[in-house]
């Protein structure tokens, strides 16, 4: 049967009933499969995951396992992540291709590359900069970072990485993720004066050669469009609201969000906070709603409220459901893949050798 067809069945059964048959599936395959899933996947989803986790937790398990099958419930670029990082015997899975990330898509290599020309022009590129890729980017950037002594960064290993770079170079080039690298920076004491933001519709991005010059940290203009619906009016609302409330985000919102909150950290972080606090305690928090309502879930005893009044959720995450998931272990099953994520051998080798580095300091 086609994939199409396979899956077409699929939406023509109960979901009980598929449910049902991915228990069987899984207890057929057993440790011929690994499924690693990202914590904003819907809860009928995460609740088949051998492992949850954040981006670099999941990244560290998809380096570790040697399943000849890794179900990736998550993104694209998670899945080319896992990718690099297993061997070529080893099968990774995107159970609906169409999983992408509107945040991965803000750069290309060709606009990187053309900004590491025009940034050539004024400073030694080689000497001076380092480049720093969000882990929420294309295989084919981590490549460029991995060719030009750069490294991969997530979310919850930022600052050590950021540490890192400027003692390889005195510049850091950050891409796509504006939010994430001025957040950190700022955490870290550097002041908004050494930055400067890289629109790449621009020539040398909007900036002056002096003020490329003069800054240590050259922001990409890329953000996530979940993140950047929270607003520092939700965070005053949610406190005139609930006395005693703590606000807790994601580095992905803005600086203006960031600044206001208790508490700033990665998916996996902001779930360790919530379960160190005592009972009573509670919590406003600005990341994606299926993690915060499975939060909501799992501490009844904690009070845990959406931080925005409006519905931030990640659409592409949320392609991945049950038949996706059936179909792929279906397909396993018979000996065949399912929506097999490959990076080309071109991009593979450097994208490695920069995903690795960030894997010996996280
Ligand atoms: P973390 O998993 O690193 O918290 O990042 C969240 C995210 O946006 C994944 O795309
Ligand atoms: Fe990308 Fe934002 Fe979705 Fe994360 S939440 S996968 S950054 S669009």
């Known amino acids: 049967m086609s994939t199409q067809a396979l899956l077409q069945s699929l939406y023509d059964t109960p979901e009980q009933d598929i449910i049902q048959r991915i228990r069987a599936l899984r207890a057929e395959l057993g440790s011929k499969v690994l499924i690693l899933g990202h914590h904003y996947q819907r809860e009928e989803v995460i609740g088949f995951a051998d492992i949850t986790g954040d981006s670099l937790k999941l990244a560290q398990q998809a380096a570790e396992t040697d399943a000849p099958y890794i179900i990736f419930c998550g993104v694209h670029f998670m899945a080319e992540t896992a990718d690099i990082l297993t061997t070529d015997k080893q099968v990774v899975i995107l159970p609906d291709p169409a999983a992408g990330c509107s945040m991965a898509d803000m750069a290309d290599l060709p606009q990187v590359s053309e900004a590491w020309q025009q940034l050539g022009e004024i400073v030694d590129v080689d000497n001076e900069i380092t480049p720093v890729t969000y882990i929420n980017s294309t295989a084919a950037l981590k490549s460029f970072c991995g060719q030009h002594g750069g490294i991969v960064c997530t979310s919850s290993n930022c600052s050590r990485i950021l540490e890192w770079s400027w003692n390889q170079r ?18 870290m004491g550097m002041d908004d004066s050494e930055m400067l933001l890289w629109n790449p519709l621009q020539p040398m991005g909007g900036n002056s050669p002096e003020a490329i010059q003069a800054a240590r940290l050259i922001l990409w203009k890329g953000f996530c469009s979940v993140h950047q619906l929270f607003q520092p009016q939700h965070v005053e609302r949610m406190r005139d609201e609930h006395p005693g409330i703590q606000v807790l985000a994601h580095p992905e919102c803005s600086h203006e969000v960031c600044d206001l909150v208790d508490f700033m950290g990665s998916t996996e972080a902001i779930i360790r906070f919530v379960e160190a606090a005592p009972t009573g305690q509670s919590f406003a928090i600005g990341t994606e709603l299926n993690l915060v309502n499975r939060l909501r879930l799992r501490f009844p005893d904690k009070p845990i409220f959406f931080l925005s009044p409006i519905v931030c959720m990640c659409s592409t995450m949320f392609r991945t459901d049950p038949q996706h998931l059936c179909a792929s272990l279906e397909a396993i099953s018979g000996n065949g893949v399912f929506n097999q994520v490959k990076v080309p051998d071109k991009d593979k080798h450097h994208a490695k050798i920069a995903l690795e580095r960030m894997l010996s300091l996280a």
């Open 170 to 187: 005195s510049k850091v080039l950050f891409f796509p993720d504006q939010h994430l690298g001025r957040n950190t920076a700022l955490h």
